[in-house]
């Protein structure tokens, strides 16, 4: 299923870096940043996690929720927060349940998109031609803030 701007985007409910559940449901009423990346600790995926870190005061004065997802498990994901003092948390989808319901599936990774959704679960945004050192910036941009 190909997703579009303006439809809902699926649900899910997944473990984050620190084994906390999360569900999207979580974060109605916020907007959600929920990007989606190949793989921990590797250099595109490393130059994206800093751009959102660096610019996670921008996020959270607007009460942006940004939650990065691979297919790396809990363990993976405390290591790359760890390595880059990561201020926000990694989704850990190692069955893949989120990355074919988000329609990224890159062959056994999750391709580099992004899925801005709004506080009524609408996809407001899709980025799926990411810059990974100005990722964080371009969706600020493109969201008009």
Do not use: W
Request: aromatic share 8%.
């Amino acid at each position: 299923m190909a997703l579009a701007i303006g439809t809902d985007a699926p649900a899910f409910t997944t473990k984050d870096t620190n084994g906390n559940t999360v569900s999207l449901s979580d974060f109605k009423g916020k907007t959600v940043v929920l990007y989606f990346y190949p793989k921990d600790d590797t250099p595109g995926c490393t130059k994206q996690a800093q751009s959102f870190r660096d610019a996670q005061p921008d996020y959270q004065v607007k009460d942006i929720v940004v939650l990065g997802v691979s297919a790396d498990d809990e363990s993976s994901h405390q290591a790359f927060t760890a390595k880059y003092n990561l201020n926000f948390p990694l989704l850990a989808d190692t069955d893949k349940s989120l990355i074919t319901a988000y329609d990224v599936d890159g062959g056994g990774y999750a391709k580099r998109v992004t899925y801005v959704i709004d506080g009524d679960g609408k996809i407001i945004h899709i980025d799926a031609a990411v810059n990974t050192p100005t990722h964080a910036s371009d969706i600020l941009t493109a969201l008009g803030l």
